[in-house]
T-cell receptor
């Protein structure tokens, strides 16, 4: 079983839609959690960190459930420019390494 | 924010040759840098952790004699793919912790390696 699992998608949604991505992690030593965005053939870029209390940044909301070892990302009012692959990333406190999920691909159409 | 620069962005080399990729932290010192490899439609896989002034730590299954890492200064780490084979063709990305060793990781732009 992969340490970080995501639905690969693709998710094809119209502009203005709300879309949610889920991610599960298996290692209880996971300490920090992030969502990164990766455009085609580019490096990943940090979208937001994920906190236990949940956090929001504009149209993006991230949630963490430590008991279920589950992370989510909600995108409201999707824009064409949101089309990308969204990577769920966890940091293992024992090894201090980032573990990446395979990513969920989002395609927003007009 | 902190910037990590990687060079070259694209390189094509012949089988059997070696190619060097550079990773620089432009406005901060990075005692630790990380090297990843990403094959198409797959996740980033950590290859090794590069530590300034000491030997790199390689992940299981990564050949240290094939992927030579040198971190000679606080702002530069290099990855040399030796005796390259077509199956080494991939997207190689470096990253570094932000200033002060915080939780934020900054990535280089990545290097596309094609071995023909």
């Amino acid at each position: 079983r992969k340490e970080v699992e995501q639905d690969p998608g693709p998710f094809n949604v119209p502009e203005g839609a709300t879309v949610a991505f889920n991610c599960t992690y298996s290692n209880s030593a996971s300490q920090s959690f992030f969502w990164y965005r990766q455009d085609c053939r580019k490096e990943p870029k940090l979208l937001m960190s994920v906190y236990s209390s949940g956090n929001e940044d504009g149209r993006f909301t991230a949630q963490l459930n430590r008991a279920s070892q589950y992370i989510s990302l909600l995108i409201r009012d999707s824009k064409l420019s949101d089309s990308a692959t969204y990577l769920c990333v966890v940091n293992n406190r024992n090894t201090d390494k980032l573990i990446f999920g395979t990513g969920t691909r989002l395609q927003v159409f007009p | 924010g902190a910037v990590v620069s990687q060079h070259p962005s694209r390189v094509i080399c012949k089988s059997g040759t070696s190619v060097k990729i550079e990773c620089r932290s432009l406005d901060f010192q990075a005692t630790t840098m990380f090297w990843y490899r990403q094959f198409p439609k797959q996740s980033l896989m950590l290859m090794a952790t590069s530590n300034e002034g000491s030997k790199a730590t390689y992940e299981q299954g990564v050949e240290k004699d094939k992927f030579l890492i040198n971190h000679a200064s606080l702002t530069l780490s290099t990855l040399t793919v030796t005796s390259a084979h077509p199956e080494d063709s991939s997207f190689y990305i470096c990253s570094a912790r932000g200033p002060g060793g915080g939780n934020t990781i900054y990535f280089g732009e990545g290097s596309w390696l094609t071995v023909v």
